[in-house]
Every structure is written in structure tokens, then in C-alpha cells.
């Protein structure tokens, strides 16, 4: 039977050729410069996505079996280096777990202020480049104008701007300078509005709903048998977040907070702010709402961060004393998760009474969230490989250890 021009069949078969095989990266901007895929292809179809790791490889978990923990602290920066606060955060938690020590009440606050500050700056990294990644420059910029307001309030705290080995076991290095409180708040009643900005940059854009759409579906069963975590978790609809569902001395740090996990649950998100609706096309799963996840989430920290200075202005104590730096660890072993700007982030540490680990290692969401790009991109053009991958907010430092 012969076939018209408007028939799909016809359309199908133009799009596919002989197989091959094709690298996209390390070098490729929608790899962020350090991720090689080798995509196999048929024309224009994939039919199977292969990451290859390894352009990061510094062996931070073998180095952290031959350094005390006050001075791992560094190593952790540079695993999700947008997000190095996080990573503080949660090794240093893992090593009170071990150790059984409780941190005084301001500094529980101060690092509630801190960490939620890292996943704002980091879910704007992931807006901008997403942008980036499907052709448009501009909400790069706008996402970095933002992203170094924040930087500039983390070095007023402690000198660094990437890489800040602030939290550290027992608390943090050191508190807030005076007038800090004040220049935070100014700033987030500066990001709000523009938030509404970014969405109309980017989250209603028929052109993006038109490139996320629909595309990368992960239903929730997928999400949860490939280990998915974070945002990549949540936008399938699985309600879970650690900061609510975690370990008690994970969850002891936003006892008394006001948030709700974003997460569409009953056919709507949270409505506790007026954000955009979701578009008709989208389907719950894609890379649409991988990145609305993400957005709502910006606005969720900005909230949480109120509260934490309110609570931080009134609270007891001090910010917490680090401890010191070759004091024994007890005998034992300990695993801890910590809901990361991309998802939960463990550390595992097995200690033989010494002052130095006698075993780390970091379990990553990154990993674990890239692990499914074979699966989200088969069957897909060579153009939606970008954005997917795009949605799922990698980075390589988190995954190459």
C-alpha cells in the first residue's frame, strides 16, 4: 500500500538510517564539558544512551580514609561543587551521628539558613544551564546575577565562594558577621519577584513546554527501581524528601519549619504561593516537571530561610564548636542521608577507634539520577537527548569520586 508524505509511517522511516554510534561529549555544551555519551543511533531514533565516567576522578572517598575528618571537610566541596554547603553538611552530620553529638540550638538554625541559601544558588545553576543546554543564553546570565548575590553573602561568612568548608563537625567555623541577617533578607525580597520573571523566561515559554514536554517520561515505578532521588524523584510524583522523611538527626534541624514537599499529589502542586499552572502538554514525569520541581523549589527554601533567621535572631547558645582536629572517633559504623539540592547524599564511615576513618564513602544522587538516562532517552530524537539529560541536573564531581 503506498503512502502520502502526511502519513507518520513515511516520517518515520525518513528520520531512520543505518545504525551508528556517536559520542556526544566530553566536550559538548549540553554535557556540561565533563560527561561522555555514546548514543547508538538509527538516523535521527536512539535507541540506547551509554555514559561513560571518569574526566573527574580524584579519589576523594580513598582520601578520606587517610585524613582526620575536620580536614575531609575540604574534599566534600568539591564533590557537588555547586553545592559544597550541602556537602559540608552532610558529612559533618554523618560524623556527629558516629560520634552522638547534638549541635546547640542557633547552630541547627545557622545551618538551616545556610544549606537552604546553597540549594537557592545551586537550582539556579540548574535553571540557567537547562536554559542553556535548549539554545537560550539569556536565562543564563539572569540566573548567575542572582547566583553571585549569594555568593557574595557566603563569602561575608567565610571567605570562599566556591568551595567553603564552613559546616564542619560540631558546627560551623564560625557566625554570621553583623548586618549579614539583614543583607540576606534584603536579598530575598529582591528574588522573589524576579522568580515570577524566570518563569516567564523559561516555565511558560510555549518554546521550552515545546522541547520538555513529554519528553524523558519516568513513571514513579522507574524513578523508584533505579534508585532516583531529589527533584528527578519528586518530579515523577513520589512523595519523599528527606528533610521530612530522613534519620531523626537529619530531620531535628527543621523540626518546627513550615514547608510541604513539591511534589504533585492529588493533581496539583503546593498552592502556597501563585505559581504558574501546569501546561496541558506536560505529563507528570518529564522534563518539564523535573524542572518546574526545581523552580518551586527556589521559593521553597526562600520561605524556609525566613524562618530560619527569625528562629536563628531568638535561639540559645552558640553556633557550635568544631571539633578538634585529630580527636579519636568511637569504634563503630555509621550511613546518613542528607536531601541534597539534587537529591539525598549519603556518607558512610566505619571507624576502628582512631582519630582517622578506617572507611568512607559517599553514596550520590547524581549517580543514581544518571543511571537512568538509557532509559528516559530511548526511542527519542538526538535533539530531546540534550534535554533530558539537561533535566536530571548532573554533576560529575557528585559522581566520579
Same mark, same amino acid.
Given at each position: 500500500?503506498? /503512502?502520502?508524505?502526511?502519513?507518520?509511517?513515511?516520517?518515520?522511516?525518513?528520520?531512520?538510517?543505518?545504525?551508528?554510534?556517536?559520542?556526544?561529549?566530553?566536550? =559538548?555544551?549540553?554535557? =556540561?564539558?565533563?560527561?561522555? %555519551?555514546? %548514543?547508538?543511533?538509527?538516523?535521527?531514533?536512539?535507541?540506547?544512551?551509554?555514559?561513560?565516567?571518569?574526566?573527574?576522578?580524584?579519589?576523594?572517598?580513598?582520601?578520606?580514609?587517610?585524613?582526620?575528618?575536620?580536614?575531609?571537610?575540604?574534599?566534600?566541596?568539591?564533590?557537588?561543587?555547586?553545592?559544597?554547603?550541602?556537602?559540608?553538611?552532610?558529612?559533618?552530620?554523618?560524623?556527629?551521628?558516629?560520634?552522638?553529638?547534638?549541635?546547640? !540550638?542557633?547552630?541547627? =538554625?545557622?545551618?538551616?539558613?545556610?544549606?537552604?541559601?546553597?540549594?537557592?544558588?545551586?537550582?539556579?545553576?540548574?535553571?540557567?544551564?537547562?536554559?542553556?543546554?535548549?539554545?537560550?543564553?539569556?536565562?543564563?546570565?539572569?540566573?548567575?546575577? !542572582?547566583?553571585?548575590?549569594?555568593?557574595? %553573602?557566603?563569602?561575608?561568612?567565610?571567605?570562599?565562594?566556591?568551595?567553603?568548608?564552613?559546616?564542619?563537625?560540631?558546627?560551623?567555623?564560625?557566625?554570621?558577621?553583623?548586618?549579614?541577617?539583614?543583607?540576606?533578607?534584603?536579598?530575598?525580597?529582591?528574588?522573589?519577584?524576579?522568580?515570577? !520573571?524566570?518563569?516567564?523566561?523559561?516555565?511558560?515559554?510555549?518554546?521550552?513546554?515545546?522541547?520538555?514536554?513529554?519528553?524523558?517520561?519516568?513513571?514513579?515505578?522507574?524513578?523508584?527501581?533505579?534508585?532516583?532521588?531529589?527533584?528527578?524523584?519528586?518530579?515523577?510524583?513520589?512523595?519523599?524528601?528527606?528533610?521530612?522523611?530522613?534519620?531523626?538527626?537529619?530531620?531535628?534541624?527543621?523540626?518546627?519549619?513550615?514547608f510541604e514537599v513539591i511534589v504533585e499529589k492529588n493533581g496539583h502542586y503546593p498552592k502556597d504561593h501563585d505559581y504558574p499552572a501546569v501546561p496541558r502538554e506536560a505529563i507528570l514525569g518529564d522534563c518539564w516537571h523535573r524542572f518546574y520541581?526545581?523552580?518551586?523549589?527556589?521559593?521553597? /527554601?526562600?520561605?524556609?530561610?525566613?524562618?530560619?533567621?527569625?528562629?536563628?535572631?531568638?535561639?540559645?547558645?552558640?553556633?557550635?564548636?568544631?571539633?578538634?582536629?585529630?580527636?579519636?572517633?568511637?569504634?563503630?559504623?555509621?550511613?546518613?542521608?542528607?536531601?541534597?539540592?539534587?537529591?539525598?547524599?549519603?556518607?558512610?564511615?566505619?571507624?576502628?577507634?582512631?582519630?582517622?576513618?578506617?572507611?568512607?564513602?559517599?553514596?550520590?544522587?547524581?549517580?543514581?539520577?544518571?543511571?537512568?538516562?538509557?532509559?528516559?532517552?530511548?526511542?527519542?530524537?538526538?535533539?530531546?537527548?540534550?534535554?533530558?539529560?539537561? /533535566?536530571?541536573?548532573?554533576?560529575?564531581?557528585?559522581?566520579?569520586?
Open positions: 500500500m503506498s /503512502s502520502t508524505i502526511d502519513d507518520p509511517r513515511t516520517i518515520e522511516f525518513d528520520v531512520r538510517t543505518d545504525e551508528m554510534l556517536v559520542n556526544m561529549g566530553p566536550q =559538548h555544551p549540553s554535557t =556540561h564539558g565533563v560527561l561522555r %555519551l555514546v %548514543l547508538r543511533t538509527d538516523g535521527e531514533i536512539v535507541s540506547e544512551v551509554t555514559p561513560h565516567l571518569g574526566y573527574l576522578h580524584r579519589c576523594a572517598e580513598k582520601i578520606g580514609e587517610n585524613l582526620t575528618p575536620r580536614q575531609f571537610i575540604p574534599y566534600t566541596d568539591r564533590m557537588d561543587y555547586l553545592a559544597g554547603m550541602n556537602m559540608n553538611l552532610g558529612w559533618a552530620l554523618a560524623v556527629e551521628k558516629l560520634m552522638k553529638y547534638e549541635p546547640p !540550638e542557633k547552630g541547627r =538554625h545557622l545551618r538551616v539558613i545556610i544549606a537552604e541559601m546553597g540549594r537557592i544558588a545551586s537550582h539556579l545553576v540548574g535553571m540557567g544551564a537547562y536554559g542553556l543546554d535548549l539554545g537560550t543564553f539569556s536565562p543564563f546570565l539572569y540566573a548567575f546575577r !542572582e547566583r553571585e548575590r549569594i555568593l557574595d %553573602l557566603f563569602e561575608e561568612v567565610c571567605g570562599a565562594r566556591l568551595t567553603y568548608s564552613y559546616i564542619t563537625v560540631g558546627g560551623c567555623t564560625a557566625d554570621l558577621p553583623n548586618g549579614w541577617l539583614q543583607k540576606c533578607e534584603a536579598f530575598l525580597t529582591q528574588l522573589e519577584p524576579i522568580i515570577v !520573571e524566570y518563569h516567564t523566561l523559561l516555565t511558560t515559554n510555549s518554546i521550552f513546554i515545546k522541547r520538555t514536554a513529554a519528553i524523558g517520561v519516568m513513571s514513579a515505578a522507574t524513578a523508584i527501581d533505579y534508585g532516583t532521588s531529589g527533584p528527578v524523584l519528586r518530579g515523577s510524583g513520589v512523595d519523599h524528601d528527606l528533610r521530612r522523611d530522613g534519620e531523626e538527626i537529619y530531620t531535628a534541624m527543621y523540626d518546627g519549619y513550615a520541581v526545581r523552580m518551586l523549589e527556589v521559593m521553597q /527554601s526562600i520561605d524556609l530561610v525566613r524562618q530560619a533567621i527569625d528562629r536563628y535572631s531568638v535561639a540559645s547558645g552558640n553556633y557550635g564548636e568544631p571539633m578538634k582536629l585529630n580527636q579519636k572517633l568511637p569504634k563503630g559504623e555509621v550511613y546518613l542521608e542528607t536531601e541534597a539540592p539534587r537529591g539525598q547524599m549519603g556518607f558512610y564511615i566505619v571507624s576502628s577507634g582512631d582519630a582517622i576513618p578506617w572507611r568512607a564513602r559517599a553514596r550520590s544522587s547524581s549517580f543514581c539520577n544518571l543511571s537512568v538516562a538509557s532509559e528516559l532517552c530511548r526511542d527519542c530524537l538526538i535533539a530531546d537527548v540534550p534535554a533530558i539529560v539537561g /533535566s536530571l541536573d548532573i554533576v560529575m564531581g557528585e559522581i566520579d569520586r
